[in-house]
């Protein structure tokens, strides 16, 4: 029983990492088009989103609350406000 909710897990988390992956290929392909760094921020994050869950899964024991993971999350809409504030102050990119 606790082999099959680990496999169950996993694959969710799998599942979850590869809509992420995708996600940010969409997004690469409308900053390719449109040249607005918006969009690269965007996909940068749903990057980012994607290797937390990978290193998530390969973690013998998985700590979501960890700092370190907790960081690379952290980072991850870090580059959003960056591309908002950028976008609303800056000079765009």
């Known amino acids: 029983m606790v082999i099959e909710t680990a496999v169950i897990e996993g694959f969710l988390v799998g599942v979850i990492a590869t809509a992420a992956l995708v996600a940010a290929l969409f997004f690469l392909r409308f900053w390719r088009d449109t040249g607005d760094g918006f969009f690269l ?12 869950r990978v290193i998530v899964l390969l973690l013998p024991k998985p700590n979501e609350g ?28």
Do not use: Q, T
């Open 41 to 52: 921020a965007f996909a940068v994050s749903f990057a980012i989103e994607a290797a937390y």
């Open 66 to 93: 960890s700092p370190w993971l907790y960081l690379l999350r952290l980072l991850g809409f870090a580059v959003i406000l960056f591309a908002i504030v950028r976008k609303n102050y800056g000079r765009g990119y």
